[in-house]
């Protein structure tokens, strides 16, 4: 079985520029998350989906960064405009629901 | 969700048994201990999670203190591959999930 699929695996922007990470959740999944880590730290959550809708995203920056997730499915993430600070890893998770299954994250670089 | 208290880091030679201890003193009485690891450049991995009883699985077992105020994984033949960060979480257990909570971890390197 496949587990969650993020891509891409790194992105190299320049700041200001605009960003997007995808993420493929665990099929039957309901549950979405993004997780932002800085280095050197543990992950922290971003925003919970339960099917098509956030249920949590007290934590995500709403002036630069949005999310979807079409049809209860896939799911992007979006940072517009990019600032240096942004760069970090960016971490997907699925759960049907209590273990969470994480993905192997996108690395964003902005310079 | 309760703070956990881990040591920044721990070194375990290959083959032996590793102990990997969690501080949780102001756990609720409704509030799981769960494990992750995360190994370099890959996301978090779930490893067990228990709330009062000893767990067993094929990767780890969890020891919890009968007051519930700290823990231990027991990795019981540490292999190279066994290198990660571990993260201690406590949180409540919900059917819809919720967020996980993350500390710094201690970070497990094993040696040949």
């Known amino acids: 079985e496949a587990g969650v699929v993020q891509s891409p695996r790194y992105k190299i922007i320049e700041k200001k520029q605009p960003v997007a990470f995808w993420c493929n959740p665990i099929?039957?999944?309901?549950?979405l998350y993004w997780y932002r880590q800085n280095l050197g730290q543990g992950p922290e959550l971003l925003i919970r989906?339960?099917?098509?809708?956030?249920?949590?995203d007290s934590q995500l920056p709403k002036d630069r960064f949005s999310a979807e997730r079409l049809k209860g499915v896939d799911s992007t993430l979006k940072i517009q405009p990019a600032e240096l600070g942004d760069s970090a890893v960016y971490l997907c998770?699925?759960?049907?629901?209590?273990?969470?299954?994480f993905g192997a994250g996108t690395r964003l670089s902005v310079l | 969700d309760a703070k956990t208290t881990q040591p920044p880091s721990m070194d375990c030679a290959e083959g032996r048994a590793a102990n990997l201890p969690c501080n949780h003193s102001?756990?609720?009485?409704?509030?799981?201990v769960y494990w992750y690891r995360q190994i370099h450049s890959q996301g978090p991995q779930y490893i067990i999670h228990?709330?009062?009883n000893n767990e067993t699985n094929e990767m780890a077992s969890l020891i919890i203190t009968e007051d519930r105020k700290s823990s231990t994984l027991i990795l019981p033949h540490a292999t190279l591959r066994d290198t990660a960060v571990y993260y201690c979480?406590?949180?409540?257990?919900?059917?819809?999930?919720?967020?996980?909570?993350f500390g710094g971890g201690t970070r497990v390197l094993v040696k040949p």
């Open positions: 228990g709330l009062k």
């Open positions: 099929s039957g999944h309901n549950t």
């Open positions: 979480i406590v949180r409540v257990r919900k059917a819809a999930g919720n967020k996980l909570t």
């Open positions: 998770a699925s759960s049907p629901a209590d273990i969470q299954y």
């Open positions: 989906y339960e099917n098509e809708e956030a249920v949590d």
């Open positions: 102001t756990i609720s009485g409704n509030e799981y």
